[in-house]
């Protein structure tokens, strides 16, 4: 059969090459365009769209950090609620790790009105206003996170002074440190460090507010706020304090304290420290049985340092005077003793607490203590009470001239200027018989200050605080059954009725020896019995001395004197007819 053939098929060969050949052409000028063909113009980018591309980019680095920071921080923080101990030989101190705060603050050496270890931690403040060693923030949500996380303890249980107890806690880009340091005396090292994704964060360490031994009315010793600034110190009372205010620094020393124990911070910065002042009521029993609950004032106080992180020691302990001039601010010579405020007359009250303390040295029971110290006042002032004698017998000798001076000038009005003259002949008369016008008064100007000492002293002395004496169980406290009051008025009675009294009017003489007693039985009724003890005391010696003083010749004469002036003042006895 014939072969049919297409009339257009070349050779093979041929074909191929003419395909490849228009193939590389093809490309050529398609690669040929896009080199030597015309350029698009570049896209401008604005400078408002530039910085919009950088801010988005800031917030997404910020947005990362962020969520790095909540991704390395989320997990530090305990399981649960546990509790450490620490103990020395003067306090048992125990922390929850709810906060890291303390939920009690045991001095072992002093005690509660139930005979057992006293307590600081005030738990009617604790309840409202928080524990001590919480912390204090302006932002209220803030503080609240910062004292309700689970904080990380370094150790937990029971470890014994010297020692180191540090919780940390890191939630949500917020990082808390608390580090506490405790030696076998009464003052700690705290530090504080706070941040907020890193950035230092302000937060003040507390105490809220109040002291465990004012447990009722009976027994509440109101607070007062302390502070020393420059070495120049200053006691505030509760009513003129501010509630949530904040003071700057510089702060030698500053905190709480009532009548017996003090939290006081001293702060390693005092330049840049600052202090929030806490005043708010909590309620207390006003018999001591849980009812007839009754406001008063509780106050607190919160240090920290205007750059964020805190670094403080801190006093928690009984305010006596040796300890406190122990404990020295950061400067290294401001001492913490002028926290003992004896009122007015606190120098004088202060070196009769020195006297005594030395005798009660050698005298182990503070009562008695009172009593020895009381006859050795009164000793040293004996000398003084024969020359005040002395000066009333020569009053009682020229009262006569005297008298005829007064009744020469007895029709002219007290305002008359011949008043003035009469003056001036007595004090001539006194001045040429050697009369001294204050002699009589020298040891009363004497006692009157040593008694208010007294009276701004004892109640404020933590030494004497449950100190005993026969039925006293506390002789900073009243006199439970006033045995001491009683014995003190009728002392005071005697003591005025033995002592002679020259130149002053009898119905005087009468209304100050009624008076007296009564508004020495006021005084000392509810007041601290140790007062009561010191002053019955000196009115017994009193009597022994004035007495022994009457049967001299020097008051064998004033007797005479007196009964003689006595029977001339006696009306004449008219005779009647028979």
């Given at each position: 059969m014939a072969e049919i053939k297409n009339p257009n098929q070349q050779g093979g060969t041929g074909s191929t090459t003419t395909m490849l050949v228009m193939m590389v052409v093809f490309l050529g000028v398609f690669f040929g365009l896009r080199y030597f063909g015309p350029k698009k113009p570049a896209a401008t980018v604005?400078?408002?769209?530039?910085?919009?591309?950088?801010?988005?980019?800031?917030?997404?680095?910020?947005?990362?950090?962020?969520?790095?920071?909540?991704?390395?921080?989320?997990?530090?923080?305990?399981?649960?609620?546990?509790?450490?101990?620490?103990?020395?030989?003067?306090?048992?101190?125990?922390?929850?790790?709810?906060?890291?705060?303390?939920?009690?603050?045991?001095?072992?050496?002093?005690?509660?009105?139930?005979?057992?270890?006293?307590d600081l931690v005030s738990k009617a403040s604790a309840a409202k206003y928080g524990l001590p060693l919480s912390l204090y923030s302006y932002d209220t949500s803030a503080m609240a996170k910062l004292n309700s996380g689970l904080y990380v303890a370094s150790a937990t249980g029971t470890v014994t002074a010297p020692s180191t107890l540090t919780f940390t806690y890191a939630a949500g880009g917020l990082e808390v440190t608390k580090s506490f340091t405790f030696d076998s005396s009464y003052v700690l090292s705290a530090k504080v460090d706070v941040k907020q994704n890193g950035a230092p964060v302000r937060a003040l360490l507390t105490w809220p507010g109040a002291f465990g031994d004012q447990e009722n009315l009976t027994h509440h010793n109101y607070d007062q706020f302390d502070a020393s600034q420059n070495g120049k110190e200053e006691h505030t009372a509760a009513k003129k304090v501010t509630g949530g205010n904040t003071l700057n620094g510089p702060f030698d020393w500053a905190g709480v304290s009532d009548a017996y124990f003090a939290a006081i911070f001293?702060?390693?910065?005092?330049?840049?420290?600052?202090?929030?002042?806490?005043?708010?009521?909590?309620?207390?029993?006003?018999?001591?049985?849980?009812?007839?609950?009754?406001?008063?004032?509780?106050?607190?106080?919160?240090?920290?340092d205007v750059n964020g992180a805190l670094s403080t020691r801190l006093f928690v302990g009984p305010k006596a005077v040796s300890l406190l001039k122990s404990i020295h601010a950061a400067d290294?010579?401001?001492?913490?003793?002028?926290?003992?405020?004896?009122?007015?007359?606190?120098?004088?009250?202060?070196?009769?607490?020195?006297?005594?303390?030395?005798?009660?040295?050698?005298?182990?029971?503070?009562?008695?203590?009172?009593?020895?110290?009381?006859?050795?006042?009164?000793?040293?002032?004996?000398?003084?009470?024969?020359?005040?004698?002395?000066?009333?017998?020569?009053?009682?000798?020229?009262?006569?001239?005297?008298?005829?001076?007064?009744?020469?000038?007895?029709?002219?009005?007290?305002?008359?200027?011949?008043?003035?003259?009469?003056?001036?002949?007595?004090?001539?008369?006194?001045?040429?018989?050697?009369?001294?016008?204050?002699?009589?008064?020298?040891?009363?100007?004497?006692?009157?200050?040593?008694?208010?000492?007294?009276?701004g002293m004892l109640p404020k002395v933590v030494e004497l605080r449950g100190a005993h004496w026969f039925w006293l169980h506390d002789l900073t406290a009243a006199d439970p059954y006033h045995i001491l009051p009683i014995v003190m008025i009728v002392s005071q009675f005697l003591m005025q009725f033995y002592t002679p009294s020259p130149g002053i009017d009898p119905a005087q003489q009468k209304m100050m020896a009624f008076m007296m007693p009564v508004f020495s039985g006021y005084i000392t009724w509810n007041y601290a019995s140790g007062l009561a003890l010191y002053w019955t005391i000196g009115n017994l010696i009193g009597i022994i001395q004035q007495q022994v003083m009457n049967r001299t010749k020097l008051g064998r004469e004033m007797k005479e004197l007196a009964a003689k002036r006595a029977k001339r003042r006696q009306p004449a006895t008219i005779q009647g007819r028979r």
């Open positions: 604005t400078p408002a769209q530039q910085q919009q591309a950088q801010q988005h980019q800031e917030a997404v680095n910020t947005a990362t950090a962020a969520a790095v920071a909540n991704a390395s921080t989320a997990s530090v923080a305990a399981q649960g609620e546990q509790t450490t101990t620490v103990e020395s030989p003067v306090y048992r101190v125990t922390f929850t790790n709810k906060g890291a705060q303390v939920t009690h603050w045991i001095l072992k050496d002093h005690k509660d009105s139930h005979g057992a270890p006293l001293l702060p390693e910065n005092p330049a840049t420290a600052s202090v929030v002042t806490l005043n708010r009521p909590i309620e207390v029993s006003k018999d001591g049985d849980g009812k007839n609950m009754t406001p008063v004032p509780a106050l607190g106080a919160a240090m920290g290294g010579k401001t001492t913490l003793e002028p926290l003992l405020d004896f009122g007015f007359f606190g120098v004088i009250g202060k070196y009769l607490f020195l006297a005594l303390q030395a005798v009660h040295t050698y005298v182990p029971n503070w009562g008695w203590s009172i009593v020895i110290l009381t006859i050795i006042i009164n000793l040293i002032l004996l000398p003084l009470r024969y020359k005040t004698m002395q000066s009333a017998l020569k009053m009682q000798r020229i009262q006569p001239q005297m008298d005829a001076i007064k009744a020469r000038y007895a029709k002219y009005k007290v305002t008359d200027p011949k008043r003035a003259e009469m003056n001036a002949e007595v004090m001539e008369l006194q001045k040429r018989e050697g009369v001294n016008v204050f002699g009589g008064c020298l040891p009363t100007l004497i006692q009157l200050p040593l008694l208010f000492a007294f009276l």
